[in-house]
């Protein structure tokens, strides 16, 4: 708006302040819901944030009077003003506003009908998923009951009957989980600018899991349906092996007599076509092999499963036969070929047969050493463990043959004579026929010892290879069982994990609880530690035991170990982020206070946690607030007031009402401090300690008046406050001692219940307090008017001589009790008076008089009333008297009595009696009998008599020594004690007396002036810094902004009087002669000084860094001369 329209219109200011605050709260009311998400599904998270919307919206209705009162301003300062362009202003702003008030219920409205329906269709959803998991968990049991296949026709049938009404069940059950589906996605649909990822999770392992489960009951149905074929066709396939048996043994019966006839060698075509025919038997044999091989194992299997029946008896006793059947066979085939070879030529056959075994048994090494190496996972060592079962058989099968040929190159060479041999062993012809012999038979002995080293080799390497297999197929079902728990370990908590909300989308009060579920999280994963650890270890076993691992397994593990690695780090700095969270934006942090400023402005905080504020339009930082800055230049407007005590009165209760500081009881400022326990006064306070316990009072005054108080905007603006009173320096602390006396001081409470608290705060245990306690508390008071620029107007910011006073009311004891003090306070001592009056001002608001300003002619008076002594019926009210205005006829040196309460009837009399007796007194009486309306202490200068004093009897005493002719004394800093034996030992002890006797005076003054001097250099150092600091920051930045009146005050001076108060509440304590004395005159040096200070600060400031070392070179020189002046003056009185 611009600034000549609010000068032409000063009304608009107030408007557009209001009209911008209550913008402000709705555009940040807006952001916040916008910005506002919750996890779907989750229905606690729903519910609270349907109280807060329900809240939020019950905020929104409560300042709809608000809104009220600005449209109807709005309405009054349009009838009011003529100027069309500020009527336009006013109606668009009303506009604005309203359109933006009903957007913002909109969308709250609207947010609110959103939770609604989301958690109604989450609680469908949650009932669904329930209702889901519970029929998985049902299909997941029936399959871990079905752990080993039944080989009974039976149990198998029993089996595949309940196989069939699992696939039924499901089929039915499908519509659950397609229930269950159908609203998570409704869910994810519907409401996807909130955090869905919990539903998404959720439904895809449901949707996993029941995958599997149709997976597993498929394949189950498929292998009871195969098992039940093998069964019924076993009976059928094993009577008719049985059956070729028969067969097959009957022809081998018939070989076998053909091969023992006699003359069977001579005929060697009858020995041919017998070769033949045991050739076809023995090819049907190896036919016939497998076929044995399985009825066998499917036999085996059957009679596990019918143990202990009479079916079993009955089937191994079938078994047994077509076992016996077969080995019988078997050899009656191996004797018949023995018979044969040993019927023509048989070394040679021998031989042959011998050399057949032997390639054999070395083809069968070289493929056993191809089965290595072991495989790296369980399905392919289980498939090396199938091939080796077939390689056994295929042994076991071939063990008869060799046994039969070694039995049979045995018996032939056992019973074979030489001439035999010779006979048969007809090369080479030059060899005699014994050494024929001989050769025949090594070649056969040596032949057969290589068949069977190779055999006894063979089997002893499948036997260790078996053995491999094994131990391998156990250590790799150890490690897939451990995998899999482990797996299904880390996708529980990687389902927790994934259902995290990014720390930044979290609610503030939610921190701590998400902390504590990680943590707790943190303690369920730590034992799966043991299970990688036990994982890893397996790995390593099988590779000390030569077993490399698959690429699969090797994928897993190292998936395993990096899922676990990423979670433990996920956990680790999720901890950490919520712990930074809560540390920077929890209770215990200021990111609240954030919201305190709006745009451009920006809250940032320095090192040392003391606040600053940015201005991103001017692109500059203040240590003050934006509203505490235009609180100060508000109070500018009160700088009219004439009398010091009344205009700084009048500031702190713009100041305590600006603060909230009026609604708050001492009983609550009280729990505030015990509850933070602050009971060590002497103790600093950070900023942090500051701000919660500010946050403490707040939200226990926006609980009682939740209208008023605004919780981030009064921290924020009093913690401003205290640090401008108690660290000018902003070092990020203050004594406790401090702060209480800043917010007891401004608090709403009894006068003398303040001055009790306070009084307690600096008293012993035994209730005494001494001149040291006594000047802390002091000190820190005056701070208070010493900020808004008054304190020269209550003896300066030297609370020595306000100390002095008091211990003199009280007789000058060395302590003093709470009763003296409270009754010295009630004098109102010079330093200390602000404080009543600023009571005064408080219950002088409200207060309305039927009485006329005989002035302004304002009729009722409003606030507080002042009522002539001197003439009847003469009354002003304080807008007038505060501005010195009188009417024709009366003196501001005239008696008056203020109230701040309307008049009683006793009262009226009273003041009556008063006026009658003053009409008789003259001018001269007036002046004779002055009278303060506060208890005077010392001014600044006269705080230094204390020294002075000292320094003189000093003086004195030396100049007595010297007189007497005795050796001069040392200065006090460097006095020692003399010997007992000293002749002038009476003298000095005398005078050390007197010395002791400001000792004590001296500590206290001396602790208050380190404390003040440390203030000083904290305010010399900031200055320094100001004035090395760029031309761009010159201006604000680092600087304290304090009251605008400290440059622009009146000097006390110029008033003509200080009020002593009269009236309905304090009528007790003063007597008749209650008037107003007139100040000293100022002297003409001080009057040029002044007048050199003035001239020292133009109106028109510089900008740059030369300036304002100009600007302290010129202050420099004005505070010579001033003191030069005050010490000509002090040394001429």
């Avoid at 640090?723 to 000018?728: A, G, H």
Wanted: glycine share 4%; charged share 30%; with cysteine.
């Amino acid at each position: 708006m611009p600034s000549s329209l609010l000068l032409e219109v000063p009304a608009l200011a107030d408007f557009n302040r209001a009209w911008t605050e209550l913008t402000d709260w709705l555009s940040l009311l807006d952001r916040v819901i916008k910005s506002q998400r919750v996890m779907v599904g989750d229905l606690e998270d729903i519910n609270e944030m349907i109280i807060k919307q329900k809240a939020t919206l019950q905020d929104l209705e409560q300042r709809r009077p608000q809104l009220e009162e600005l449209i109807t301003a709005a309405q009054n300062l349009k009838n009011k003003t003529s100027n069309q362009e500020a009527r336009t202003i006013i109606t668009d702003r009303i506009e604005r506003i309203q359109s933006q008030w009903d957007e913002v219920q909109e969308h709250l409205q609207n947010r609110r009908q959103q939770l609604n329906e989301m958690l109604k269709d989450s609680t469908q959803w949650l009932e669904a998923k329930e209702e889901a998991e519970q029929v998985l968990g049902q299909a997941r049991a029936k399959l871990e009951s079905w752990k080993e296949t039944p080989y009974t026709m039976d149990a198998i049938q029993k089996k595949i009957t309940e196989t069939k009404q699992l696939a039924k069940d499901l089929r039915q059950w499908q519509i659950n989980v397609d229930v269950a589906n159908d609203l998570a996605l409704k869910l994810l649909r519907d409401y996807s600018s909130d955090d869905t990822r919990k539903v998404h999770m959720i439904t895809e392992n449901i949707n996993a899991s029941w995958a599997s489960i149709h997976k597993r009951v498929s394949e189950r149905e498929a292998a009871l349906e195969e098992t039940h074929r093998l069964l019924q066709q076993f009976p059928l396939d094993l009577e008719k092996f049985l059956a070729w048996l028969t067969e097959a043994e009957t022809t081998a019966n018939v070989l076998q007599d053909a091969t023992h006839k006699e003359r069977l060698l001579e005929d060697s075509k009858g020995v041919r076509e017998l070769m033949k025919q045991w050739q076809d038997l023995q090819g049907e044999i190896e036919a016939h092999t497998d076929i044995y091989h399985n009825l066998d194992e499917n036999g085996q299997k059957v009679l596990r499963s019918l143990e202990g029946s009479d079916d079993a008896a009955l089937l191994q006793r079938r078994l047994d036969t077509m076992n016996f059947k077969w080995r019988e066979l078997r050899k009656k085939s191996l004797n018949i070929r023995s018979h044969l070879e040993a019927s023509s030529d048989q070394w040679k056959r021998l031989h042959l047969s011998l050399q057949e075994l032997l390639v054999w048994l070395q083809l069968k090494d070289d493929e056993l050493s191809r089965q290595a190496p072991m495989g790296g996972d369980f399905p392919a060592v289980q498939k090396q463990n199938d091939v080796h079962r077939a390689f056994k058989r295929e042994l076991k099968t071939k063990e008869p043959v060799i046994m039969s040929t070694l039995e049979t190159v045995r018996i032939f060479l056992t019973e074979q004579p030489l001439e035999g041999l010779e006979k048969l062993y007809q090369e080479p012809r030059e060899l005699p026929p014994e050494e024929r012999a001989q050769n025949v038979t090594r070649l056969l002995r040596k032949q057969a010892e290589e068949v069977n080293t190779e055999w006894e080799k063979l089997n002893l390497h499948s036997a260790d290879w078996q053995r491999k297999i094994d131990e391998a197929l156990e250590r790799l079902q150890e490690l897939q069982e451990a995998t899999d728990e482990l797996d299904l370990k880390l996708r529980q908590a990687e389902v927790i994990k994934g259902s995290w909300q990014p720390v930044g989308d979290l609610l503030i009060d939610s921190l701590q609880d998400h902390l504590e579920k990680v943590k707790v999280l943190r303690g369920e994963i730590t034992p799966l530690k043991e299970n990688v650890s036990y994982v890893n270890d397996l790995a390593r076993q099988l590779t000390t035991l030569g077993i490399q691992l698959s690429p699969y397994n090797l994928n897993t593990l190292e998936d395993l170990n990096t899922r676990w690695k990423l979670l433990q780090v996920a956990v680790e700095d999720r901890i950490r982020q919520l712990h930074e969270a809560h540390r920077d934006f929890g209770p215990a942090s200021q990111h609240f206070l954030s919201t305190s400023v709006q745009g451009p402005w920006e809250r940032a905080i320095s090192p040392n946690k003391v606040p600053y504020y940015i201005n991103h339009e001017t692109q500059t930082t203040c240590w003050d607030h934006p509203k505490m800055t235009e609180l100060y230049q508000s109070l500018a407007d009160l700088n009219n007031v004439r009398f010091s005590a009344y205009r700084t009165a009048m500031k702190l209760r713009r100041l305590q009402k600006a603060l909230c500081l009026d609604l708050l009881s001492l009983s609550a400022a009280c729990d505030a401090l015990d509850q933070h326990n602050l009971k060590q006064n002497d103790q600093p306070m950070d900023i942090l300690q500051v701000i919660n316990c500010l946050t403490t009072i707040y939200d226990r005054l926006e609980q009682e008046h939740n209208n008023l108080v605004n919780v981030p905007l009064c921290v924020d603006m009093c913690l401003n406050w205290l640090l401008n009173v108690y660290d000018t320096g902003r070092t990020g602390r203050i004594r406790v001692l401090s702060f209480k006396t800043g917010i007891i001081s401004l608090c709403k409470a009894h006068l003398e219940d303040k001055y009790r608290y306070l009084f307690k705060q600096v008293a012993s245990s035994t209730g005494f307090c001494d001149q040291r306690r006594l000047g802390l508390l002091l000190h820190d008071s005056i701070q208070i008017p010493r900020q808004l620029g008054e304190v020269a107007s209550f003896g300066g910011s030297n609370i020595e001589p306000s100390v002095r006073s008091c211990f003199q009311f009280a007789n000058n004891k060395p302590e003093i009790e709470a009763a003296l003090f409270l009754d010295w306070m009630r004098l109102e001592p010079q330093s200390m008076v602000w404080l009543p009056v600023l009571h005064r001002v408080a219950a002088a608001e409200t207060a309305k008089h039927q009485a006329k300003c005989n002035i302004c002619k304002e009729c009722p008076i409003i606030g507080f009333r002042y009522r002539s002594l001197k003439h009847f019926n003469y009354d002003i009210c304080q807008s007038c008297f505060f501005s010195g205005r009188v009417a024709k006829g009366h003196k501001m040196h005239y008696p008056m009595v203020e109230y701040c309460t309307p008049t009683t009837s006793g009262e009226d009399v009273r003041d009556f009696a008063k006026v009658l007796k003053n009409k008789f007194r003259t001018k001269r009486y007036f002046a004779k009998h002055p009278r303060m309306g506060y208890l005077p202490v010392q001014t600044v200068l006269e705080g230094d008599n204390m020294e002075t004093n000292l320094q003189a009897e000093y003086d004195r005493l030396k100049q007595q020594h010297e007189h007497k002719g005795l050796s001069p004394l040392p200065s006090p800093p460097e006095m020692m004690p003399t010997s007992p034996q000293s002749p002038r030992d009476a003298e000095l002890i005398a005078e050390a007396k007197l010395l002791r006797q400001h000792k004590g005076r001296l500590e206290a003054r001396m602790q208050i002036l380190e404390d003040h001097n440390k203030q000083l250099e904290s305010q010399l150092q900031r200055l320094r810094q100001l004035l090395e600091q760029p031309q761009a920051e010159a201006k604000v930045n680092g600087t304290t902004v304090s009251s605008p009146s400290t440059s622009l005050q009146r000097s006390d001076s110029s008033q003509p009087m200080l009020l002593r108060v009269v009236g309905s509440q304090t009528s007790e304590s003063m007597g008749e002669e209650d008037l107003l004395s007139p100040p000293q005159d100022t002297s003409t040096g001080l009057e040029e000084v002044m007048e050199q200070l003035n001239n020292s600060f133009p109106s028109s400031r510089g900008h740059n860094v030369g300036s304002l070392f100009h600007l302290a070179d010129d202050l420099g020189r004005a505070m010579e001369s001033l003191v030069s002046v005050m010490t000509d003056e002090e040394g001429a009185e």
